[in-house]
């Protein structure tokens, strides 16, 4: 016998008994963002591989470590996107979407990839949502792409998490900041991991996301990049808290937010969610006002986040949060005999016809089995069309919830609409 096939390590297959709640999170991301005037764009799930190493960061884990990168029949170097920023801006400046408008809103959905440890919350594929709200430097901004996501959440209806912001400074304050880091790791430099050695020249800034025990530890007491702050990044990160305040977004301030990706500067946020474990983040996001120039776009400022359905979905089943199944059928047609199957086609037709979920069984299987079935489906309703039914040109039906019965003419399906 052949031996079975199975999903790469690291990836999964959405079931249809779980797939109805990926469409849920998916609908619900959708209304929010376009209340706030988001259009969805689409882009290649693969591109160019230096668009990501030139914006995500040679120092970063994403470059060094994760991405899907190959080659195809003509030697191009292509590269699985590990995020969906970069491509966005690709596509924002080869369209020239700021001819547009001045402001420039945009939302994404779908799979992103990278080579990692696979563990709860961590896959190699994985659908993030995320929006990039592109052309203004305003503090406002940031503020309502955070209450965005804080919206969304609360649509979901989720409690359990925190909004934690940062403001990581401009190149100008990076520059003191990353002196003082490299001064204070110095003392520590034997005891760090090989990462963060490589770091300590690269990126200090990174040493502060690392996860490894005693990195972690050495950082609790590094210096705060918030001391470092020059006069307008202070500002714009007062003003960012101004109206989070404004918007009615609650949130703690945590100097140790860095971001693994290199195009951040100024406010830095995330959604964290202490229950999930290693993995807490929901998402985040932050401003990046040098990507679209260092992609070789103008200088136009902007903002954004990205989030994760699978760590959404674990925090939905961590609260039980239900979600309401969309994949049920509203009524089951059960049939029997040769004459039945006709009006139970009829029938069929005009439910679908008038957008209502409804299904049979064609196959010739007994009462009991097509009763059966009809409750494995779950159907709220079972439409029953016997001999019986057929001579007294009446169907009966059943409500599956409470067990109550009634008889409906046949030249009266319009009754069913009522339902
Ligand atoms: P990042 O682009 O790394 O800031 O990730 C944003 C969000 O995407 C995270 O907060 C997660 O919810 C999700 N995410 C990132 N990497 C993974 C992964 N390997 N597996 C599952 N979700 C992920």
Known sequence: MASKFTVPRGTYDILPKESYKWEYIEQTFKSIVKN???????????????????????????????MYKFQDKKGRVFALRPEGTAPVIRSYIENNLWTDSPLTKLFYI?????????????SRQ???????????????????????????????????????????????????????????YKEYINQLCPDCKSRFLKNPKRLLDCKVDTCKKISKNAPLILDYLDEECKKHFEQVQFYLNLLKVPFIINASIVRGLDYYSQTAF?????????????????RYNG?????????????????????????????????????????????LGD????????????????????????????LKAQMKLADKLNSTYTIIIGEDEMKNNEFTIRNMLNGSQQSINFDNIKALLEL
């Open 36 to 66: 706030y005037n988001y259009q969805e764009i689409v882009t290649p799930i693969f591109e160019n591989a230096e668009i990501f190493e030139r914006s995500v960061g040679n120092t970063s884990d994403i470059i060094q470590k994760e």
């Open 110 to 122: 779908g799979p992103m990839f990278r080579y990692d440890r696979p563990q709860a919350g961590r």
């Open 126 to 184: 994985f659908s993030q949502f995320g929006i990039e709200c592109i052309g203004s430097n305003h503090p406002y901004y940031d503020a309502e792409v955070i209450s965005i996501f804080y919206n969304f959440l609360k649509a979901i209806g989720l409690k359990n998490y925190q909004v934690e912001i940062n403001s990581i400074g401009c190149p100008n304050c990076s520059e003191n900041y990353n002196e003082a880091l490299r001064t204070y």
């Open 270 to 286: 995330e959604f964290i969610n202490n229950n999930l474990g290693a993995q807490n983040a929901l998402g985040g996001g932050g």
């Open 291 to 335: 990507l679209i120039k260092q992609m070789g776009g103008k200088d136009i400022p902007a903002v954004g986040f990205a989030g994760g359905f699978s760590r959404l979905l674990l925090s939905i089943e961590n609260e039980n949060i239900k979600i309401e199944n969309t994949n049920q059928s509203k009524f089951f047609i059960v049939n």
């Open 339 to 366: 004459s039945a199957i006709e009006k139970t086609i009829e029938i069929l037709n005009f439910l679908r016809k008038n957008n209502i979920k409804a299904d049979f069984d064609i196959e010739k299987t007994s």
